[in-house]
């Protein structure tokens, strides 16, 4: 079990040497910085630390062959989160250059397409959020139903916020899925 140390200059240090693992790839410093814990890269990191789910945190920091490694040791794909932000939503909301490689890695893994996260979105809303055609080509591919709801808030699908938006190309894609006349996102 990993002791949170009460001073807080002890506690920026814990912090850094996980965050530099993290930024690092390094999977052995990694788990020896959260306590040795067996099964570490699937357990809730300590709160006080405010660093959530190891799959998450590397999700923004890691590296995505360490995004790998962590989902092959037994991460899960759909861990629960209390953020709004499961696995291929936070990668969605990254700036990151290679976050649809990411969202691949995840679904590869075994993350499910139809996830649902803040405002009960799934990766379709999100991915017609930041109008990204080829982000719905990949999750369409991967099984995502763009039938789906929000269940709260105005009880939209993807096609029918891509609509609001303007967003034709997207909207063409989600459309023609719905239909039975995509190519099934590719």
């Known amino acids: 079990m990993l002791e949170i140390p009460e001073d807080r200059c002890e506690r920026h240090r814990l912090f850094k040497a996980i965050d530099d693992a993290f930024k690092a790839g390094d ?25 959530g789910h190891p799959l998450e945190y590397a999700i923004y920091w890691s590296p ?7 989902l092959d040791a037994g991460s899960d794909p ?7 932000f499961p696995a291929i939503i936070a990668a969605l909301s990254t700036d990151r250059a290679d976050r649809l490689e990411i969202v691949r890695i995840l679904i590869d893994g075994g993350a499910d397409p ?3 996260g803040v405002n009960d979105w799934t990766p379709l809303h999100y991915a017609v959020a930041i109008r990204s055609v080829d982000t719905i080509r990949l999750l369409l591919a991967a099984g995502a139903d763009p ?5 709260i808030d105005d009880y939209t699908t993807a096609l029918e916020d891509a609509d ?3 967003f034709e190309a997207g909207a063409s894609l989600l ?3 719905m239909t039975g006349h995509g190519s099934n996102g590719r």
């Open 164 to 166: 609001n938006a303007g």
């Open 64 to 70: 995505a062959a360490f995004i790998s490694i962590l």
């Open 78 to 84: 759909n861990y629960h989160h209390h953020s709004g």
């Open 27 to 51: 999977f052995e410093g990694l788990g020896v910085a959260l306590g040795g814990s067996p099964g570490w890269f699937d357990e809730q990191m300590p709160f006080e630390l405010g660093l």
């Open 147 to 151: 039938s789906l709801e929000t269940r």
């Open 175 to 177: 459309r023609d899925a």
């Open 114 to 116: 139809n996830m649902r």
